[in-house]
């Protein structure tokens, strides 16, 4: 789908690879819906989308979307507003570094309904109507951890290859319908997740720096990779080539060396 003209809903719109969406997509969209806890923040990404861009209508929800009731309420307000969404970037997400033994359960319970009951939801919500106006565009924020299994990393890990595996199928079910689902697949990106996802008094643990992927060329590869309708898109050489050697390897080699890595 070409993006010139779209209405799009970003999750996870304040920070990080969100922001770099409503971005990169201000020049091209006609409306863009932003949605995060931090409401300061995406009014203050609006006064800079719209001082560069007067004619593009900017939205701010303020949405927690570990909660279920928020999720709905934010379908509600959307609805009441009457606006047709037909690209959906379903990007807010969170991590936790650490033994499972050990994790914090709340933290547990938000990254589960943030990175797959919320945008599941979400999808749920859209879906329909992009179908029947025979175009829109899906985009779930994965990540390279649905690839494989991941200790110390183990729920992150699994919520995205629940949404890898989703999106696929879900692509599937709407092939020839107008239209796509994509998912993204980055691997280490300088954001705010890798803050966020250390618990307190636990050391940072970093991946090799070369693995390190820009904001803006996550984005940029991604809309690209949308407007060509893409199922899954994994950024950066580094990245692309050992996800690859990572699904040919057979399941028993893949856990002696996912036992043995830092
Ligand atoms: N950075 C990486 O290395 C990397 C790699 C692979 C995949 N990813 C994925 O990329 C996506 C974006 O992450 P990022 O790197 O941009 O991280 P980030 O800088 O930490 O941004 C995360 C965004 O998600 C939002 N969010 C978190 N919890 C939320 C909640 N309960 N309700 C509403 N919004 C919530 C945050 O907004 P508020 O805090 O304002 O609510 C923020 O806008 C995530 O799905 C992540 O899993 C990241």
Redo the contacts with the bound molecule.
């Keep these: 789908m070409k993006l010139d003209g779209c209405t799009a809903l970003i999750?996870?719109?304040?920070?990080?690879?969100?922001?770099e969406f409503a971005r990169q997509l201000a020049g091209r969209a006609e409306t863009l819906l932003l949605?995060?806890?931090?409401k300061d923040?995406m009014e203050e990404l609006r006064a800079e989308l719209t001082r560069s861009f007067p004619r593009l209508n900017v939205q701010v929800f303020e949405?927690?979307?570990?909660r279920i009731e928020q999720v709905e309420q934010l379908g509600k307000e959307l609805e009441r507003d009457g606006l047709r969404i037909d690209f959906l970037i379903n990007?807010?997400?969170?991590?936790d570094r650490g033994h499972f033994a050990t994790a914090n359960p709340q933290r547990v319970q938000?990254m589960l309904l943030?990175?797959t009951v919320a945008l599941t939801a979400l999808t749920r919500r859209y879906l329909p109507a992009m179908i029947a106006q025979k175009r829109g565009a899906i985009l779930n924020?994965?990540?390279?951890?649905s690839f494989l299994p991941m200790k110390s990393f183990a729920v992150y890990a699994a919520t995205?290859a629940y949404v890898t595996s989703f999106s696929e199928a879900l692509r599937m079910e709407v092939a020839d319908s107008g239209v796509t689902v994509t998912a993204l697949c980055?691997?280490?990106?300088h954001?705010?997740?890798?803050d966020?996802a250390l618990r307190p008094n636990e050391p940072q643990q970093k991946a090799p720096e070369f693995t390190y992927v820009s904001?803006e060329q996550v984005v940029r590869h991604a809309l690209k990779g949308v407007e060509s309708g893409r199922p899954i898109i994994i950024p950066g050489f580094a990245m692309k080539l050992s996800m690859t050697i990572v699904r040919l390897m057979p399941a028993p080699f893949l856990r002696l060396t996912s036992r043995l890595a830092r």
């Excluded at 996870?12 to 969100?18: F, K, M, Q, R």
């Excluded at 980055?186 to 990106?189: A, D, E, L, S």
């Design positions: 999750t996870g719109a304040s920070a990080g690879l969100g922001r949605v995060a806890r931090r923040r949405s927690d979307l570990s990007n807010a997400g969170l991590g938000d943030v990175n924020v994965s990540s390279c951890a995205k980055p691997g280490p990106v954001t705010e997740f890798d966020v904001a």
